[in-house]
């Protein structure tokens, strides 16, 4: 059973596009996390949620819209895609407080044209 | 600005010897250290971790050394396997902040059979 699944595996688009990845965890957890991999291979968080609740929210263009309809599910939209936006995209998971069982799913590889 | 950084991009040792993965930080507010594993198209996975009240964590052949003085942690891999092989990953967090992990650039380990 996968633990966190994110789709699309890879996305491929032109600039000036809207899109969408969705992220879901069948663990129970009650915190989730976006993400972002750049081409320099750093992983920097963009947004958390907390039942639902956004508690982390780094300095991301507004461009980047995280929803999440329950505790299982935390999608990440982008509109008006911009070159710089590829990248690969993680969601993870974990339980609020415990910072050793946070759960990364496969990844999300955006490329933008 | 990174807080977190890994300075060996990449790794190569024989099968069997020591596999020592170094990191370096700047924010003196962090007293939670990871340290994740992640093969290609997975997402990273937890291995080891470290709190600011310890200096030295071992699990297995993974032992993490925490040197809070000099603001550097550093992974032993006794003795490395090839499966060892993966980018590693160093993570730092504040107890102020729990959710918000800064992550290292990656270092790709090679364990030559």
């Known amino acids: 059973d996968t633990a966190v699944s994110q789709t699309p595996k890879y996305l491929v688009t032109q600039m000036g596009n809207d899109k969408s990845i969705k992220c879901e965890q069948n663990?129970?957890?009650?915190?989730m996390y976006w993400y972002k991999q750049d081409s320099k291979k750093f992983l920097k968080i963009m947004f958390s949620?907390?039942?639902?609740?956004?508690?982390i929210n780094e300095t991301v263009p507004n461009r980047f819209s995280p929803k999440s309809p329950d505790k299982a599910h935390l999608n990440l939209h982008i509109n008006s895609l911009e070159l710089g936006d590829s990248a690969v995209y993680f969601c993870?998971?974990?339980?609020?407080?415990?910072?050793?069982?946070?759960?990364f799913g496969p990844g999300t590889r955006l490329t933008v044209l | 600005d990174q807080q977190v950084k890994q300075n060996s991009p990449s790794l190569s040792v024989q099968e069997g010897r020591i596999s020592i993965l170094n990191c370096d930080y700047t924010n003196s507010m962090f007293d939670y250290f990871l340290w994740y594993k992640k093969y290609p198209a997975e997402g990273p996975t937890f291995l080891i971790s470290i709190s600011s009240i310890k200096d030295k964590n071992e699990d297995g052949r993974f032992t993490v050394f925490l040197n809070k003085s000099a603001k550097h942690l550093s992974l032993h891999i006794v003795p490395s396997q090839p499966g060892d092989s993966a980018v590693y990953f160093c993570?730092?967090?504040?107890?102020?902040?729990?959710?918000?992990?800064?992550f290292g650039s990656g270092t790709k380990l090679n364990v030559k059979p």
């Open positions: 993870a998971s974990s339980q609020q407080g415990r910072t050793d069982t946070q759960y």
């Open positions: 663990l129970g957890h009650d915190t």
């Open positions: 993570a730092a967090a504040g107890t102020y902040n729990f959710n918000k992990f800064y």
């Open positions: 949620y907390n039942n639902k609740e956004l508690i």
